[in-house]
T-cell receptor, first 116, second 110 residues
């Protein structure tokens, strides 16, 4: 079974739309993350979250918001999509508390978002 | 700017040769991690080295860490075509967040 899964794998949408990307992990991890990888392959942390604390990268626009219905899920909502939001978005999880970079992270397969 | 910077950005070698990738960073770290990303896939954790460690091995992988120079290297010995991928270093700073470098794209020719 896939440890960290994301849906959809591809998402093509128009500017101005609102969209969501879903993420689920079956590893029993405490913390989940969202990353953005741009066309030059740079990976940037967007959010780090568990049921106690959310850490937001200050460079992330407030059009982006994580929502966690339970410990195994962290969905990414994006409002008023812009051209610059086109990228691959990766979900990840790890054991330990928020920002627990002390432990390895397990990544999902990514969602390629294209904004037209 | 990226906390970690990999060098070289791209590396092409023949199967059987060794591949060395370097990573430099700017601030104090708790640990440094290396990840591999195959084309179109998510990242896979390879190895973690703590700030009080100098060298670590895992199979054909050897990682060194020099905190005085703020640098790390990843050596892949006896490379295989299946090692073709992008390799990223990631540092963990005081905020306990992973910050990735730009990656090294390794191509191993059969």
């Amino acid at each position: 079974d896939t440890a960290v899964s994301q849906t959809p794998k591809y998402l093509v949408t128009q500017m101005g739309n609102d969209k969501s990307i879903k993420c689920e992990q079956n590893l029993g991890h405490d913390t989940m993350y969202w990353y953005k990888q741009d066309s030059k392959k740079f990976l940037k942390i967007m959010f780090s979250y568990n049921n106690k604390e959310l850490i937001i990268n200050e460079t992330v626009p407030n059009r982006f918001s994580p929502k966690s219905p339970d410990k195994a899920h962290l969905n990414l909502h994006i409002n008023s999509l812009e051209l610059g939001d086109s990228a691959v978005y990766f979900c990840a999880s790890s054991q330990g508390g928020v920002g627990s970079g002390h432990n390895e992270q397990f990544f999902g397969p990514g969602t390629r978002l294209t904004v037209l | 700017s990226q906390q970690g910077e990999e060098d070289p950005q791209a590396l092409s070698i023949q199967e059987g040769e060794n591949a060395t990738m370097n990573c430099s960073y700017k601030t104090s770290i708790n640990n440094l991690q290396w990840y591999r990303q195959n084309s179109g896939r998510g990242l896979v954790h390879l190895i973690l080295i703590r700030s009080n460690e100098r060298e670590k091995h895992s199979g054909r992988l050897r990682v060194t860490l020099d905190t005085s120079k703020k640098s790390s290297s990843l050596l892949i010995t006896a490379s295989r075509a299946a090692d073709t991928a992008s390799y990223f270093c990631a540092t963990v700073n005081a905020g306990n967040m992973l910050t990735f470098g730009g990656g090294t794209r390794l191509m191993v020719k059969p």
